[in-house]
């Protein structure tokens, strides 16, 4: 089997979506993750990869392009440029929203009772 994912960057993660957790995917899940770290989401645990909505962002441009890309190289030139012309406001406001997704996330896991904690988490990240 090829790597999936090097243990120097990290572990391999899904979000439990529905093509995620098919009866193939599982299976297949279940014979190879011996093979790689694998993280698992709680199901339907709030967003925190914030890497899904750049990358939806460069679909979206990608999709927009007049002609289509045709080849891998125009493809992945198309990406470069589309990168480079991302709002710097969606960045932005992607990172800005981490403290509310983390506390978000704490509280779906019943980690955050009190609203003093709350307060505190979000002082660590201002």
Not at 4 to 23: I, K, M, Y
Not at 33 to 51: A, E, G, L
């Amino acid at each position: 089997m090829s790597i999936v994912h090097s243990d120097v960057l990290g572990e391999f993660q899904q979000d439990n979506a529905t093509p995620h957790t098919s009866r193939i995917a599982t299976e297949w899940l279940q014979k190879h993750s011996s093979k790689f770290r694998y993280f698992r989401w709680r199901p339907k645990s709030p967003d925190m990869n914030i890497i899904e909505h750049i990358l939806d962002a460069l679909q979206c441009a990608i999709q927009k392009r007049y002609p289509p890309p045709l080849t891998p190289t125009g493809l992945w030139t198309a990406l470069q440029d589309s990168w480079c012309q991302l709002p710097s406001a969606l960045l932005q406001t992607l990172i800005e929203s981490m403290p509310r997704r983390v506390v978000t996330l704490l509280r779906a896991r019943g980690a955050l009772h009190d609203i003093r904690q709350v307060y505190q988490l979000l002082l660590i990240f201002n």
